[in-house]
């Protein structure tokens, strides 16, 4: 039997253990299957006592956005740790060009990698990072949302763009990132028992004279290396971009 929500069994609940739990149910059932009192069942507590840790639904939501975003640093100071010689800042970004890339690209691609990554681990939240920090004006959003972004615009400035392309490029690679994660999780299998890719897909359910090319692409786009198409595409908006004055995270010029 489980134990009686108890004062000593709700100071075992702390915020982080709150929000790990609330992560781990919707990586299992999804968005829709995420609240409070479903929450306080997994924890075992009355859901009463989630409320000392988070607001209500709207706050546990920031909570998943804290966490992910949270984990996407993490993740960027694991990446780091396996460079070598100095970085720049507490995140590590390797000052180095990486195979004829300027830096300022690279840590973007690094940036990028880590995002995504978090976003494999966690393919359910993605709607919510999208959408979420729309609805919280920028100095409330979760710091480790905003630490991220800061990084982002230190590199384009360390590199030496004025703020008018530095927030050009960051638009630029935010919507990138987020909108090919989310066709790439647009994919949703119909019947997952079924081998026939078309099938499973249920593509079927397409009349073949009017969405020839839907039913035609939409198998490879359920298979394609979604990494290598977010690098690839990442570097084809990227090149486009004004070349940057300096090309090092320590202001050496690129002449």
């Known amino acids: 039997m489980d134990e009686p929500d108890t004062p000593e069994r709700r100071g075992r609940l702390n915020r982080p253990r ?20 479903r ?5 075992g507590v009355e859901p009463m006592a989630i409320y000392r840790y988070t607001a209500g639904k709207e706050a546990l939501l920031d909570g998943l956005v804290e966490v992910f ?8 100071r694991t990446s780091a740790s396996a460079c070598t010689g100095p970085s720049s800042d ?31 681990a966690h393919p359910e939240i993605l709607p919510v ?9 920028v100095a409330r959003r979760p ?14 400035a360390r590199a030496g763009f004025d703020d008018t392309t530095a927030l050009t490029i960051y638009r630029t690679f935010v919507a990138w990132n987020v909108g090919c994660l989310l066709v790439d ?7 997952p028992d079924e081998p026939d890719l078309l099938l499973r897909l249920g593509l079927h359910r397409l009349p073949a004279a009017q969405y020839p090319r839907l039913r035609a692409l939409v198998p490879q786009l359920a298979e394609y290396d979604d990494e290598q198409e977010l690098i690839a595409g990442l570097d084809s908006l990227l090149s486009r971009m004004p070349e940057a ?11």
């Open 18 to 37: 709150v929000l790990a739990a609330a992560i781990a149910l919707v990586d299992r059932e999804g968005l829709a299957a995420l609240t409070m009192r």
């Open 69 to 76: 975003f949270a984990e996407v640093n993490d993740r960027l």
């Open 90 to 120: 507490a995140s590590g970004a390797p000052p180095s060009q990486t195979s004829g890339v300027p830096a300022w690209r690279a840590e973007l691609r690094r940036i990028a990698r880590a995002f995504a990554a978090a976003v494999h």
């Open 143 to 156: 710091a480790p949302a905003l630490q991220l972004t800061e990084h982002i615009l230190a590199v384009l």
């Open 185 to 191: 999780k647009r994919q949703v299998v119909d019947d």
């Open 129 to 137: 990072v999208a959408t979420r920090p729309l609805a919280v004006p």
């Open 245 to 255: 004055p300096l090309d090092s995270f320590y202001g050496r010029s690129a002449r």
């Open 39 to 43: 929450l306080a069942a997994d924890l």
